[in-house]
């Protein structure tokens, strides 16, 4: 088997990698690869293919990652995480929420959160209520 062929598969198992894998650095190690495999199939010496390799993958990490991480993350719009993204959820109250206390509990999706009012009046267990912020483990809720 030549030597083009094993570099091409490692360009093709490095860009499956890339898949699997966030920021964009697998991705220009690939394009380096490739860029060896045709060195190979020109018949370049090893040391030559080594240098092509990482020459484009240099390259590819100074021009290639910096385009595709400006398409494919958006900097305007922030992305909630999975705390931030329980705002607007619905709920119910499984432990009386009294003013001024945070011992009252509420349940959103099957998982048990403390809470309190929004509008400092007492909720019943059994209210139905919306999240309307969160401060660490603490849910300000208001009733539906």
């Known amino acids: 088997m030549e030597i083009w062929y094993y ?7 490095l860009f499956i990698v890339e ?10 190690i690939s394009i380096g690869a490739a860029g060896a495999a045709i060195g190979a199939a020109l018949e370049t010496s090893i040391e030559m293919q080594f240098i092509i390799f990482a020459a ?27 705390a931030d993204a329980i705002i607007g959820k ?11 206390d945070t011992n009252g509990r ?13 509008d400092n009046e007492p909720l019943a ?4 209520v919306e999240v309307v912020a969160r401060d660490s483990i603490i849910l300000t809720v208001k009733k539906l």
Not at 90 to 100: A, F, T, Y
Not at 125 to 128: N, P
């Open 90 to 100: 619905r709920g119910i109250v499984c432990l009386d929420i009294e003013p001024n």
């Open 125 to 128: 267990k059994g209210t139905k």
């Open 7 to 13: 570099w091409a598969l490692a360009a093709l198992l």
């Open 106 to 118: 509420v349940m959103i999706d099957g998982i048990d959160w403390r809470a309190i009012s929004a």
């Open 19 to 28: 898949m699997f894998t966030a920021g964009f650095a697998v991705i220009c």
């Open 56 to 82: 484009v993958s240099l390259l590819a990490l100074l021009g290639v990652r910096p385009l595709l991480k400006r398409l494919f993350y958006n900097k305007g719009e922030k992305m909630k995480t999975n």
